[in-house]
């Protein structure tokens, strides 16, 4: 069983795309965390919610506490943004990993 | 300094080698985490400290062996791996406890078991 759903597993957008990557998860938690893993390996931390909506330049997450759903936007997609997105759950001692969504976004 | 540091950046060791993995971070984390991800896959979690204290162990090997020395360093010590333990090795850190912390990752260590 996992304890996280992440969709769509691949996505390839053109530029200037808007992108919605969705993550469903089953543990309490006391946030979420989204991820970006370039393919040098580091990871990233994009944004920590635990309420409501963040927005930080063209990214946008919201998460839905009750309903144990998790988004990540990217508006206006740039090839730059290529890169492997991971939803996190954070239950207070250990991070939950999603399977991540390998996005490619092409000129 | 925002920054967690891992050596060596790559590793290739023989299966009778002992080896070991280094991490360190000044961010004052109290937190610190051993992950192993293969090829497509997402992080796996191997070990979390907390207080420098081991207080997750996911059922990992004997063959990898972790040690906190202090609240800035964290090592795995590797001895008579196998090949199918080739693997980018993560080590995060993150306050402890506290509702929403921020995690952060260092770059990897990319080792390859021969």
């Known amino acids: 069983k996992n304890e996280v759903e992440q969709s769509p597993q691949n996505l390839t957008a053109q530029e200037g795309e808007f992108i919605t990557i969705n993550c469903s998860y089953s543990?309490?938690?006391?946030?979420l965390h989204w991820l970006q893993q370039h393919p040098g390996g580091g990871i990233v931390s994009l944004f920590m919610?635990?309420?409501g909506k963040k927005k930080h330049g063209r990214l946008i997450a919201t998460i839905n506490i009750q309903e144990k759903h998790s988004s990540l936007h990217i508006t206006a997609s740039h090839p730059r943004d290529s890169a492997v997105y991971i939803c996190?759950?954070?239950?207070?001692?250990?991070?939950?990993f999603g399977t991540g969504t390998s996005l490619t976004v092409i000129p | 300094d925002t920054e967690v540091t891992q050596t060596p950046k790559h590793l290739v060791m023989g299966m009778t080698n002992k080896k070991s993995l280094k991490c360190e971070q000044h961010?004052?984390?109290?937190?610190m985490y051993w992950y192993k991800q293969k090829a497509k896959k997402p992080p796996e979690l191997m070990f979390v400290?907390?207080?420098?204290?081991?207080?997750i162990n996911e059922s990992v090997p004997s063959r990898f062996s972790p040690e906190c020395p202090n609240s800035s360093l964290l090592n795995l010590h590797l001895h008579a791996l196998q090949p199918e333990d080739s693997a980018l090795y993560l080590c995060?850190?993150?306050?402890?406890?506290?509702?929403?912390?921020?995690?952060?990752f260092g770059e990897g260590s990319w080792l390859t078991v021969v």
């Open positions: 543990v309490g938690i006391s946030a």
């Open positions: 400290y907390s207080y420098e204290k081991l207080s």
């Open positions: 961010m004052g984390h109290r937190a």
């Open positions: 995060a850190s993150s306050q402890v406890g506290r509702a929403g912390n921020t995690i952060y």
């Open positions: 919610l635990s309420s």
């Open positions: 996190a759950p954070f239950t207070g001692n250990q991070f939950y």
